[in-house]
């Protein structure tokens, strides 16, 4: 295929992003960006929106609308959100999951004023997209996340984590001790969730995700790849197993947390997130789960 060479070329820009990086040099698409804590804290919303209708969707067939209509702000409902077939267990966490969003937005939006809701596309299409995207093929049938509790797992490998390390991203840049507290209190039950996904994920790691013949832990280090790519500012990203030089202590493959070679949570920045959640690298180029880009005064400024 045409796209082998670019991809190769987009690997070992990689490798000297990571390695720039690492010599404390930042490219300026990886800087921080100014901003104020309420902007910054707002900014959050759009992956909390996007967390509490597809955990919500998954687990009950319904959204954000149906249980806390106001925090939507009067910003338009989800396309695409369907129940999922999922297993009791994994219908009972993603259930609890979808509620602690709605009180994330909530707590956001008492203590520094809400967004309105941006458009999101949570349709299958969307998550298989992006599943076509990171495989760098195209699935037949097209991935489904609502199909089975693996692959809505798998489906939601892609969110939490993003969210995380926005929240961790935040904390060098932000004045106030309740800004900071607050983000602390966010960052710590989605670390939470993110932990339990990924735990989830990796009692099943060698099973072959079916029909596409590809293991677990291949699906989930072609997206944390497909995500570093999209971000352009190195790997922040480990997919569930991974080589031992990358491990904790350099002693285990697992990587059931993901975290950097000192066992620290990666960080990203908002325009590195919005690569990543719009699917096409590009801060100024909306798509995938947010088709008309992302709510708030940071997403809209860079948008244009
Ligand atoms: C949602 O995403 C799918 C797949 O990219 C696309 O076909 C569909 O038009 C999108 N819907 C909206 C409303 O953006
Ligand atoms: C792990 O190995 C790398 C080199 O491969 C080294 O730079 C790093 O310090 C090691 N980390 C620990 C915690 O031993």
Redesign the pocket.
């Known amino acids: 295929m045409a796209a082998r060479p670019y991809m190769s070329a987009f690997l070992l820009l990689l490798v000297v992003l990571e390695f720039v990086t690492v010599m404390g040099v930042t490219f300026p698409q990886c800087r921080p960006i100014v901003a104020d804590d309420r902007d910054q804290i707002q900014f959050a919303l759009n992956l909390e929106f996007l967390e509490a209708e597809f955990f919500l969707f998954g687990a009950l067939g319904k959204g954000l609308d149906d249980f806390d209509s106001s925090s939507a702000q009067g910003g338009p409902p989800p396309?695409?959100g369907r129940i999922a077939d999922l297993e009791p267990t994994v219908r009972r966490i993603i259930e609890e999951f979808g509620y602690q969003e709605i009180g994330h937005i909530r707590a956001i939006t008492r203590s520094v004023g809400g967004i309105p809701r941006p458009?999101l596309?949570i349709?299958a299409?969307?998550f298989?997209?992006a599943m076509n995207q990171a495989l760098d093929t195209t699935l037949s049938p097209p991935f489904d996340p609502y199909a089975n509790s693996l692959n809505y797992l798998l489906a939601s490998y892609v969110i939490p984590y993003v969210g995380l390390v926005g929240y961790v991203g935040t904390i060098p840049n932000l004045i106030r001790k309740t800004s900071l507290s607050l983000v602390a209190s966010l960052l710590g039950v989605e670390a939470g969730q993110d932990a339990v996904i990924r735990a989830l994920l990796y009692e099943r790691a060698d099973e072959t995700v079916r029909p596409y013949g590809l293991t677990v832990a291949s699906f989930t280090n072609r997206i944390s790849e497909f995500r570093n790519q999209l971000a352009m500012c190195g790997v922040k990203d480990e997919g569930l197993i991974i080589p031992v030089q990358l491990g904790a202590e350099n002693r285990t493959t697992s990587n059931i947390l993901s975290a950097d070679a000192g066992s620290l949570s990666y960080s990203r920045t908002p325009p590195e997130i919005l690569r990543i959640v719009y699917g096409s690298g590009s801060e100024r180029r909306p798509?995938?789960f947010f088709?008309g880009g992302g709510s708030g005064r940071i997403a809209t400024l860079l948008l244009h």
Do not use: I, K
């Open positions: 396309v695409g458009q596309n349709s299409e969307a298989a997209t798509g995938g088709p």
